[in-house]
């Protein structure tokens, strides 16, 4: 039997659940963008940003486990910016930086649906 | 084993439903809010065996539910496996302290939580075979000599797996940790003599001795069996390793107890320690803790050896630590 001919099948499951994530990560982009859209307002920003972060946090624990290993990468360090800079938001230049990772983000998300559209 | 699985992503859930499956556990129920899993734990009318919990989710959090479960009589001791993306030591050290048994972190390794879920079903056995035992029993049953036991009541005990597990678990790299162990020298003639009861008062008055000298600080504590109390020091305390070793020799040491029997006995300890305020690795961790529990173990063996006239069959083990070496040079209590 040639060993090295035969290649690792993926877990049928483990696809339908990454299908599934997939499936939904537009909506998730477009609740993102939405929430980036209210920061440039009046809004409640800590608010807004503890919602931004519920939702990376999201993506951060689900990405990695489904083969979206840089865009869980990305997540995680997003959540945790957040999550420090709402334990102490008074500097204005740690918010413009973490709007720029968010975009980075959104950029991301953007990328892997063009791709998958293409597919 | 009956799992309940708690996370507000459905598609975490999907995923460890198919991952619990795939490891041979198919009786899982979940839940996407602490609320819905405290409303199917008390309307469930079969009991779980352990918990997977999310920390951050809207409304209340995982570590508050770990508290409220805990607070379940039936659950006290069940194992909750945390499952989260929240990866810095002070998530880790709110988890441990509300009485979560384990940690994981997302994205998770499906080998790894199968691991860990092994650990955790060992744990749930023997606490069932244990619960058993008590329900038959008229009293307190005393338990073996080396049985681990959960200190009752004492701040920041945590049983002796979850201690293992939060120094396997928490990030490398965190700050400085101290391993103490308080050894009860006398340990198994004070247990041949106890009830149930008496054992447990007198386990549990060491451990308050312990925390009364580490009030302030940030630790965790724990009984591991054989008369020995453990405990780590984590984060920063105004006292230095000798200091803490000092008070606790000096709080502890000649404490007496009156047994059910009537009689007076004395408790007899000594402390062993470990430092690691450079160790970075989760495996030297754990060899920390132990070499801390075979200092004191070794100090209280020579000390028996001692007033036995035995020394010379039984040579005084050599321990790296310096303790050892201050309490044979006329330091001891």
Redesign the interface.
Known sequence: MNMQAREVQPDPAITAIREKFLSGLETRLAELDSLSGLLKGEANRARVWEEIRLRVHRIAGVAGSLGFAALGARSGRLDTAIEHYLNKPANPRDEATLSAALEGLLDDIDQILEEQAAA | MRILAVD??P??L??LR?VL??AGYTDLATASSAEEAVSVIERTDRGFDCFLF?I?M?GIDGVALTGAVRAMPQYAQTPILMV??L??KHHFDRAFAAGASDYVT???EPTELKVRLGLAEQVSRQQKALAAAAVDAPQTPLPRLAEPFQLDDVPYAINNHALESYLQSVPVGSSGMLFFALKLVNASELHRKSTGDDYHFIINSLADAVTDVLSGANYFISHAGNGVVSFVVHGGTDMTEEEIIHSIMSDASGLDVTLASGEEVVLDIVVGSSSASRITSRGARIEAMREAVLSAEGIAEAMVARELGLAAVHPMPKRSGGLFDRLFGGIAA
Do not use: V
């Open positions: 507000d992503d598609i975490i999907d995923l198919t499956s795939e999310d951050m809207p989260s993306r990866d810095d997302k994205p998770f």
